[in-house]
């Protein structure tokens, strides 16, 4: 099944990522001129920290999802720090103090997670480069350090799978892969909103172009438009499926085909599929970000978690 749009589709889409984008952008600047003025976000009580006078900015733009296995909550990468929403709660808690932006955020292991990005005021006045690499917290995400690529790559998507990383370079479109987290081998160089890896198949890995669906069958070095939708997020767990979305808020899922499976409750911005349930991060019309979750495969939505403000 071919469900590629035609231009003005394909122009919607395009349009609804960079309204995501400028809405992530528009908060940091809110930041940064909050910061001029001398309200310093890390000050006060470090457990729970406060943008001067007006208060925690909340999850605001999700750049990725995870449950950490070892306590089964669902980890919230953002443009303004990490967060923690526990498995019985809808409750979204700061993790740590930092309001670093996570970019291509990943779980490896029980309170080990791999990410990437750009660091806040504090990691910028201690000399951190302004693009992370790739960086490592072993600690459920209250400390991060440096693997490798610091200063030199931004990586918009990670995937750990089949003892490797997976990684896309939004700055140069550099498909990457390592076996040691310190070498890596570029594969090709690809436009991508996202991409999954094959559990079952380390040289397979679908990939959300910005006009169609993608694929490659030797580990990323080529890429060859294949049926499906295109997709602006994509999710591949071994036990829960593949999983996807568009910009129109469709949800996918693929099992012999690609299927829609159901309507996100606003515009996505991730996607994470997982034993327990599909969990995807959104924005409504006034760009107030919402987590939910869905036990029936789409078919219905529970509200996990909700910003007060854009």
């Known amino acids: ?63 990725g999802l995870g449950v950490n296995p070892a306590d089964g909550s669902l980890v919230v990468a953002t443009h303004l720090g990490s967060f923690r929403i526990p498995p019985e709660s809808n409750e979204a808690t700061r993790i740590g103090a930092s309001f670093q932006d996570t970019m291509g955020f990943t779980v ?14 504090q990691g910028a006045q201690a ?9 490592e ?18 990586f918009h998507g ?28 570029t594969r090709s160089t690809i436009n991508l909103f996202g991409f999954a890896v094959d559990p079952r198949d380390a040289d397979h890995i679908l990939g959300a172009a ?9 580990g990323g070095r080529t890429w060859a438009v294949t049926d499906g939708p295109a ?33 996100l409750p606003g515009e996505p911005q991730a996607l994470l599929a997982t034993p327990q349930g599909i969990y995807a991060a959104v924005h409504d019309e006034n760009q107030v970000t919402s987590i939910h979750q869905s036990t029936d495969s789409g078919r219905s939505w529970n509200l996990r978690y909700r910003d007060s403000q854009p």
């Open 127 to 135: 000399g951190q480069p302004s693009q992370l690499g790739l960086i």
């Open 231 to 263: 997709v602006v997020t994509i999710t591949w767990d071994a036990d829960a499926g593949l999983w996807a979305a568009d910009a129109s808020r469709t949800l996918w899922h693929h099992t012999s085909a690609w299927q829609k499976a159901g309507t």
């Open 210 to 218: 910005p006009d169609a669906l993608t694929e490659s069958t030797d």
């Open 158 to 185: 990670l995937v750990v799978a089949h003892d490797r990383v997976y990684g896309w370079d939004s700055g140069t479109g550099r498909f990457m892969v390592s076996a040691d987290r310190a070498t890596w081998e």
């Open 1 to 63: 099944m071919n469900t590629r749009r035609g231009p003005t589709r394909r122009r919607g889409a395009r349009l609804a990522l960079l309204t995501a984008a400028l809405a992530a952008i528009g908060l940091v600047a809110i930041v940064a001129t909050r910061l001029a003025s001398g309200d310093d976000p890390q000050a006060g009580d470090q457990r729970q920290p406060r943008l001067g006078n007006w208060g925690e900015p909340g999850v605001s733009h999700v750049h």
């Open 137 to 154: 917290s072993v600690d459920g995400g209250h400390t991060w350090r440096s693997l490798s690529l610091s200063g030199e790559v931004d």
């Open 108 to 121: 490896a292991g029980p309170d080990h997670f791999l990410g990437s990005g750009h660091p806040d005021l």
